[in-house]
């Protein structure tokens, strides 16, 4: 398993370094062919390899190597994010929009198992101390992968299915990814372990399921949540409506009513009165009166 940063020493507050430093320090110097390395997940010894032809990185040293040990490498943000784990023993999640705080016990990084004669790796292992309703579906363990650039390969991911405890997949920041390897400094290294401790410290991380050994479990339960906060109408069987409608009383249409039309006064309805032509006649007559007075008066003035 190739690694690109390693510890100088065995002890926790041993100094970072990285590949491209170590190959330097090799190359410049002849008596560092055997200088001893150890990785910061497992602590075990490891050698920097310095060739001409494949890229440099860190290796195990020989009967050190971990079983079915892969040569894919690891970033610096990777491996850094896995010795932060061991340490800590502590994770918060976001799983599924419920937040756990889980308390972590017996953390080994690097987890081997084998499907079909075929090995694989877990990120981290670990056992979940305080109880709660992750660790119940998960069965008190957690296998936690760490992503940086590559998810979790669909091969792996049916691998996974036969393990009996939960695993997830977190995804790392991408402004704690390390974009400068070659030429990134201690100091550089310090602050960006640093940074991860907090990231990892303070804030509840979305997962991705990669396997829950309880799922069939897991969904009843939610469909159960969801039954209780959205309950279905029930349709009324033809026995019920037939029920229902026995119990309605009927109306007798034989009854009378109460007030009959015998009851009620005739009132008589007067009749309209003829209305008579009026005759202009006399209003006439009376002007012709009185315009032949005033010209007889007319004519006697003058």
Same mark, same amino acid.
């Given at each position: 398993?190739?690694?690109?940063?390693?510890?100088?020493?065995?002890?926790?507050?041993?100094?970072?370094?990285?590949?491209?430093?170590?190959?330097?320090?090799?190359?410049?110097?002849?008596?560092?062919?055997?200088?001893?390395?150890?990785?910061?997940?497992?602590?075990?010894?490891?050698?920097?390899?310095?060739?001409?032809?494949?890229?440099?990185?860190?290796?195990?040293?020989?009967?050190?190597?971990?079983?079915?040990?892969?040569?894919?490498?690891?970033?610096?943000?990777?491996?850094?994010?896995?010795?932060?784990?061991?340490?800590?023993?502590?994770?918060?999640?976001?799983?599924?929009?419920?937040?756990?705080?889980?308390?972590?016990?017996?953390?080994?990084?690097?987890?081997?198992? $084998?499907?079909?004669? *075929?090995?694989? %790796?877990?990120? +981290?292992?670990? !056992? /979940?101390?305080? &109880?709660?309703?992750?660790?119940?579906?998960?069965?008190?363990?957690?296998?936690?992968?760490?992503?940086?650039?590559?998810?979790?390969?669909?091969?792996?991911? $049916?691998?996974?299915? *036969?393990?009996? %405890?939960?695993? +997830?997949?977190? !995804? /790392?920041?991408? &402004?704690?990814?390390?974009?400068?390897?070659?030429?990134?400094?201690?100091?550089?290294?310090?602050?960006?372990?640093?940074?991860?401790?907090?990231?990892?410290?303070?804030?509840?991380? *979305?997962?991705?399921?990669?396997?829950?050994?309880?799922?069939?479990?897991?969904?009843?339960?939610?469909?159960?949540?969801?039954?209780?906060?959205?309950?279905?109408?029930?349709?009324?069987?033809?026995?019920?409506?037939?029920?229902?409608?026995?119990?309605?009383?009927?109306?007798?249409?034989?009854?009378?009513?109460?007030?009959?039309?015998?009851?009620?006064?005739?009132?008589?309805?007067?009749?309209?009165?003829?209305?008579?032509?009026?005759?202009?006649?006399?209003?006439?007559?009376?002007?012709?009166?009185?315009?032949?007075?005033?010209?007889?008066?007319?004519?006697?003035?003058?």
């Amino acid at each position: 398993m190739k690694k690109y940063i390693a510890k100088s020493d065995s002890t926790e507050s041993a100094e970072l370094v990285t590949i491209w430093k170590a190959c330097k320090k090799k190359l410049s110097d002849c008596n560092c062919n055997n200088s001893l390395y150890y990785s910061l997940a497992t602590n075990k010894p490891m050698i920097a390899k310095c060739g001409k032809i494949r890229a440099w990185s860190f290796a195990y040293k020989s009967g050190h190597s971990p079983p079915g040990s892969t040569k894919s490498g690891e970033g610096i943000s990777h491996e850094l994010s896995k010795s932060i784990l061991k340490k800590i023993r502590r994770i918060k999640l976001n799983h599924f929009g419920k937040k756990y705080d889980l308390i972590l016990d017996n953390v080994e990084p690097e987890w081997h198992f $084998k499907h079909n004669d *075929k090995d694989y %790796f877990i990120d +981290i292992v670990a !056992e /979940i101390k305080n &109880k709660n309703e992750l660790s119940e579906d998960f069965n008190h363990k957690i296998g936690i992968e760490i992503k940086v650039k590559h998810k979790v390969e669909g091969v792996k991911r $049916k691998a996974l299915r *036969k393990l009996d %405890f939960g695993v +997830i997949e977190i !995804e /790392i920041w991408e &402004k704690l990814h390390v974009t400068n390897p070659e030429t990134i400094s201690n100091q550089e290294i310090i602050t960006i372990e640093k940074s991860l401790t907090t990231w990892f410290s303070r804030n509840f991380l *979305k997962t991705k399921s990669l396997h829950n050994p309880n799922y069939r479990k897991y969904t009843k339960k939610t469909q159960e949540i969801k039954t209780t906060k959205r309950p279905t109408p029930s349709i009324p069987s033809r026995t019920e409506k037939q029920k229902v409608d026995n119990n309605i009383p009927h109306i007798d249409a034989t009854i009378e009513p109460k007030t009959s039309h015998k009851e009620f006064i005739d009132v008589p309805i007067p009749e309209k009165e003829e209305i008579e032509p009026k005759s202009y006649v006399w209003v006439i007559g009376f002007l012709i009166v009185i315009i032949f007075l005033g010209f007889i008066g007319y004519i006697i003035l003058q």
